[in-house]
């Protein structure tokens, strides 16, 4: 059993820390993220844009009766500015972080943080393991058939390549026939992509080879040594990655789609995630999120409770 220290806020637990202070690291944890920086580096943003927030009585009363203490299960790995680790290699950092704790300060209660491999996390929902997930999880139709989210972010699919590549844009999934795609394994890019191989053997062409991967560094690597051709992935990573990776280019916005918090079917913890995030977006916390990690293109204006796909 890990030992576990309750704070008023967060729980801290012996593999797990959420950055809770202002400051700076450098080097890495023995190797680099998804991006290929180093973790801790001064490429990874650490202000503290959160610990001011305090509690709203009106979205914590939304909560189910005797709510005080969840627990979040957190996909690490993550390019940033998805969620990775500081130089100490323990203490999580990253865009979901930051909001997790934003919103776990707004509704006054105690978090258990537990890593998980992405794919793992919404099968687990269900049975009552986590209380939710937050780890860019996209909003899409068949996700919502068994999983309730609250959005907190707009941001979808894309597509990188090396700079010598002969890609310029993606606007359809034909232009990948024959290619040899990385992606991470149980996402909702793997998904697009293996549903619709077929439109390559239906235009009498090659079909293109999906690549999965549970390490994003693997992705990365891959590309960078001509295993892959292609990367799909999330807009906000790949363009952070291109920034800080030489010999890479972003292509193009393949398909934007709301991300959100993710819940097992019918929960009753939706209305207060909802409440505690437009109370961020009113109060300015939300916007210093943003401009914290650069996406400031993925905001939006309101939380919703389990919206429609967002179509093409």
Same mark, same amino acid.
């Given at each position: ?88 290699? /323990? ?105 619709? /191989? ?50 890479? /280019? ?41 401009? /914290? ?20």
């Amino acid at each position: 059993m890990r030992s576990r220290l309750l704070l008023p806020f967060v729980v801290i637990t012996s593999a797990t820390l959420f950055l809770t202070a202002c400051g700076s690291g450098s080097g890495g944890p023995g190797g680099t993220d998804a991006s290929g920086v180093a973790a801790g580096s001064d490429d990874v943003p650490t202000t503290d844009v959160v610990s001011a927030e305090k509690k709203d009585e009106a979205a914590a009363k939304l909560l189910p009766a005797g709510t005080t203490h969840l627990t979040v299960a957190i996909s690490v790995g993550g390019t940033p500015p998805g969620t990775t680790y500081l130089s100490d290699g /323990k203490t999580l950092t990253g865009q979901d972080v930051d909001f997790t704790k934003a919103v776990a300060r707004v509704l006054g209660i105690k978090l258990t943080v537990e890593q998980a491999s992405f794919e793992a996390i919404l099968p687990a929902l269900d049975s009552g393991k986590y209380d939710f997930g937050a780890s860019n999880f996209g909003v899409t139709d068949e996700r919502r058939k068994t999983i309730d989210f609250v959005t907190y972010i707009n941001d979808g699919q894309g597509f990188a390549t090396r700079k010598d590549s002969k890609l310029t844009k993606i606007t359809d999934l034909k232009q990948l026939c024959g290619l040899s795609v990385a992606t991470g394994a149980g996402t909702t890019f793997e998904a697009t992509l293996e549903e619709n /191989k077929h439109v390559c053997t239906d235009a009498g062409k090659k079909p293109y080879e999906v690549q999965t991967y549970a390490d994003p560094s693997a992705i990365w690597s891959s590309v960078q040594q001509g295993r892959s051709d292609i990367v799909m992935s999330t807009i906000n990573g790949l363009r952070y990655a291109v920034a800080h990776q030489p010999g890479l /280019k972003f292509l193009d916005e393949y398909h934007r789609l709301d991300v959100g918090f993710a819940f097992k079917k019918g929960t009753g913890l939706a209305p207060a995630f909802r409440a505690a995030v437009n109370k961020l977006l009113s109060d300015g916390t939300y916007d210093k999120i943003l401009k /914290k990690w650069g996406t400031t293109g993925s905001a939006i204006t309101k939380s919703q409770i389990s919206p429609p796909e967002l179509k093409s």
